[in-house]
Each structure stands twice: as C-alpha cells, then as structure tokens.
C-alpha cells in the first residue's frame, strides 16, 4: 500500500502546490495590472504563467523524486529528465520575462517622446537587444542541457583542450555570420537605419520591415519583401529618407510643345496643389528646365511631409496638369510638325539659287527675274 499512495502524494502534491502558487502568483498580477494601468508590465508577466508553473513543478517534481521510489530501475533517466525540462522552462520563463520588461520600457518611452525618428531608434535597438538576449538564453540553455550527459562532459573538456585550434577554424568557417552579427549590433546603436525607415536599396524603393541580428527586410511599394544580409548596409551606399527631418521635395517633369503657356501652367499647378490634401504648403514652382528640336521639359517642384506624401503629390500633379492640357491647351502636348515649310519667294526650290558670277563677295541673294525687252512696235505712225 505505500508503495502505491508514495508517488501518488509525492507526484499529485507537486501538481497541487504548482496549480495553487501558479494560481495566486496570476491573481497578484492581475491585481497589480488593474491598480497599475499606466504600464502593461504586469499583464505581460502573466504571459509567464505557463513557463513559471512548467518550472515550479519540475523543481518540486525533481527534489522530491527520490523519496517517491518510483521507477527505481530507472531513476538516472527520469532524474535527467527531469533536469532537462527544468533548464528548458527555465531559458523559456527568462525570455517571457525579458520581453515584458522591453517591451513595457518601449511602450514608456514612446508615449513620452513625440518624436517619430528616435521612437523608431529604440524600437529598433529594444528589439535587438530582446534577440540578443534570447540567443544568449538559448545558447546558455543548449550548453546546460548538453553538460548533463556525462559522454557531452568529457566531449567538452577535450574541447577545451584544442579551443585554440578550433577557435580558429569556427572564425574563418563563421566569418560572414560574424561579420553579419557585428553589422547588426552596428546598425542597431549606430542609428544607421531603424524599423519603419524608407530606404531605396539596389533600385528598390520600400519600407524597413524587420531588422535582425543577421539580415533585414525591406517591403517594397508594391507589398513585395526583400531580404538583406545587414552587412549590405554597412558596406555600400543606400538612401534612407527617413534621416533628419521626414519632409521631402519631388520632381514632376512635362514634355511639352514650345507653344505651351508656361505662365498658366504655373498657376494650374499652384490651384492643383490648393486642393491636393497630401501637399504641406511649404513650397512649389515650375520652370523650364530643357528644350529639345521638337519639345521642351518643363519641371514642377513639389513639397510634402514624408516619402508617402510626396509620392501622392506627384502622381496627383501629373494626373492633373495633363488633364488640363488636354482640355484646355490641346495645341501645347508634344506633337510631330509635318505642315510644309514657308519658302521665301522667287525660291521654287527651296535653295537660293547661285548666280554664275558672284560680285557680292560670297553673299547668296535671292534670284533676280531675267530682264525681257520690249517687242517691236508695230502699231500705226511706225514703219
């Protein structure tokens, strides 16, 4: 008989205690979230109930173990199993409870500073720091897990034995995951590019997605994502039109005929950019910029307050200005000019015509019409 009612006190009173204190740690907290609203630090603890019961009962569950007599034959086994969820649990509660304390320390910060260039810096910093810090759990973890097999522990003494060597050897086999894992930990505290930042990258125009410690994503206009090694962004040049302050300027360019009112165009863009929302007002013009045999480029500055905006802008100013090219100076959109020319009179051809001996010292005169005398008169009075 107590060989019968030894594991069952023994395994149902770990699950008991762990059930009741994980059940009175979660009312705490949701006391503590409900008078604290201000901060979300104590709802996202609560997240940790499932690895912070995981780890209370495998502690109870291990120390207490021995004195159930159960599965004697086997207790090396069950013990290091034992041990293992304990580590795992362990590594899995400190990663819940870090992301809490990040993810709170940004949602402070944030709601204390306005300014949407340097909340997007400590996102970007937070969260790599919230990776480094799981990978280093995980490693710790992984290692922790390993040295409890007798066979991993010798497996690591002699390790350590030729660490120089292999020391070597992982270096020149890691040297592009290393130089990624710097390049990230540059980007993320050298403020070089942040979570939410429009860069244009090989031709591609599109907004930073994520940031790792290894590669980042950038989504595309389009929707489409492109995925980035992070050295790329510390070895070649890239546009970030998010540094400094957000506002932008955009370039419209018409071809148009040589007859096309410049002035009215002017006025056309100042009326268009009147009723276009996404325009900030700070500036505007229209100048001609270049002329062609058959056309000149007239170019319209416009300004707004982000890299959206401003695509906004252009696309509406062009849409526009045609349409009312269209509609009301049809004559001023690029045309081919087939009308035959307008020739000088007397010049049939179209060439001045060359006299044989030239007296006006290689000066081309139009061609003379060649004097005719008189015909006879014959008329009365003559003989």
Known sequence: MENVLRPLIVVGGSVVLTLLIGWAVDRVLRKADARHQETSLWGLLRRARVPFQLVLFAALLRG????????????????????????????????????????????RYANAHRDPARVRRVRTQVTLIQRVVSAIV?????????????????????????????????????????????????????????????????????????????FLTVRTWDERRITMPVSYFTSKPFENWSRGTPQMTGIVFFHVDHSAP????????????RECPAWDGRDYGLAVTDSTPNTMQVRALVTAKDADDIWTVRVTVRERMIRWLTDVHPYALPRVNTAEAILPAGWPDGRPHRPDHDDTDGAITAPTTPHTPDPPRTGPGRG
């Open 64 to 107: 207490s173990y021995d004195q159930a007599k159960l599965l004697v034959e086997h207790r090396v086994g069950v013990g290091r199993t034992l041990t293992l969820i304990l580590i795992g649990s362990a590594a899995w509660l400190v990663m819940r409870i870090a992301t809490a304390i990040v993810e709170t320390s940004y949602t």
């Open 138 to 214: 995980a490693v710790v973890a992984v290692a922790s897990m390993l040295l409890t097999f007798p066979a991993m522990r010798a497996a690591g003494a002699s390790l350590l034995a030729s660490a120089g060597i292999l020391g070597i050897v992982a270096g020149v086999a890691a040297q592009s995951t290393l130089a990624n894992l710097f390049a990230g930990l540059q980007i993320a505290f050298g403020d070089m590019v942040r979570l939410g930042d429009t860069v244009v990258v090989d031709g591609e125009w599109g907004t930073v997605e994520e940031i790792t410690l290894t």
């Open 262 to 273: 410049v002035e009215a165009m002017r006025e056309q863009l100042r009326d268009i950019l």
